[in-house]
C-alpha cells in the first residue's frame, strides 16, 4: 500500500477504529486493567493517529481553493494536529495506568494523581483536545461554504462530536457519523500538484 493510498484509507480507518473502541468499551463491564482495556485503547490511539493523514488531506483539498482558503486550512489543520496530540497522549496515559494498576481502585488513584498535576487537565483532557474538533470542522466548513462538499458533511461531524460529548456511550453512533462524512472525501485528496478544483454544487456527486 502506497503512503497515498494509505492515507486514502485513514479517511475510513479513523472512524472505524473509533467505532471499534466504543463498541469494545460498551462490551467492558469491569472498566478496568484487563484485555478489553487494553484493547479497547489501542483502538482509540490507532484511530486519533489514523486523522493525522485525515487532516492534512483535507488541507490539501482547502489548498486547491486559493492563497486565502491555504492559509486558514493550514491554520485549521495545525489546530487539529495539536489536539491530535492531546488525545494521543490522553489514550496513551490511559494504556500505560491500566498496565501498571493490579485494579480499578489502583487506577481510579493513579489517574487522580496524573490529573492532579497543575495543567495536565485542560492540556491533556478538557481544552486542547477540542482543538481536534475545531481544527476539522473548520475544514470541512471551508470545503462546504466552498460548495466543494455538502453542507450536511460538517454538520454531521458537529452531531458526531456533540454525542461524543453527551455521553461516551454515543461513541459508536459518533463514529458512525464521522464515517459517513469523511469515507468519500479520502477519493478526493489530490495526488502531487494540481491545479485548482472547481466547486460542485450542492447535491453533486462530488458530496
Known sequence: MTATTWGRSAFVAGPGCMAVYGLVRLM?????????????HLFLLAGVLLFVPVLLGLRRLVARQGETQRAVGTGA????????AALAVQAGIDLLVAYVSADHEAMRELFARIQGVPGVMPVIYTVVPLLFYVGLLVLLGQLAVLRVISAWRPLAVVAGAVAMTATLDLLP????????????L???????????LRSAGWGTAGG
Open 186 to 196: 479520502g477519493r478526493r485528496v489530490p495526488v502531487g500538484k494540481a491545479g485548482p
Open 77 to 84: 489543520a495545525a489546530l487539529g494536529l495539536v489536539g491530535v
Open 28 to 40: 467492558d463491564t469491569e472498566r478496568g486493567p484487563g484485555p478489553a482495556w487494553s484493547i479497547g
Open 173 to 184: 453512533v459518533a463514529a458512525l457519523l464521522f464515517l459517513l462524512a469523511l469515507a468519500p
